[in-house]
Nanobody, 115 residues
């Protein structure tokens, strides 16, 4: 059974930083692209960043230069380092993988950027 468990969300002031983590299990982690997706209040889910094995990461324009996605295949984990946070980054952040034509999501971790 595929499981994705996010952690690391919370309340942070504008300009601050957070690091999100996603622990994955139930599939061959190193073989698949891992992504972070977010859903702001009242809006649709939007892709934030994707990291494929052996390739450069890709980012949404809104976060490029502030967010960094990374992965540790030995730990079956993917991370999202978020710097220079803005109020518009407030959202629930989800870990996502498409494995063997099936889509999987974690339960999400809430990030609130507010003073």
């Amino acid at each position: 059974e595929v499981q994705l468990v996010e952690s690391g969300g919370g309340l942070v002031q504008p300009g601050g930083s957070l690091r999100l983590s996603c622990a994955a299990s139930g599939f061959t982690f190193s073989s698949y692209a891992m992504s972070w997706v977010r859903q702001a209040p009242g809006k649709e889910r939007r892709l934030v960043a994707t990291l494929r094995a052996g390739r450069d990461p890709t980012y949404a324009d809104s976060v490029r230069g502030r967010f960094t996605i990374s992965r540790d295949n030995a730990k079956n984990a993917v991370y999202l380092q978020m710097n220079s946070l803005k109020s518009e980054d407030t959202a629930v952040y989800y870990c996502y993988v498409k494995a063997d034509s099936m889509e999987y999501w974690g339960q999400g971790t809430r990030v609130t950027v507010s003073s």
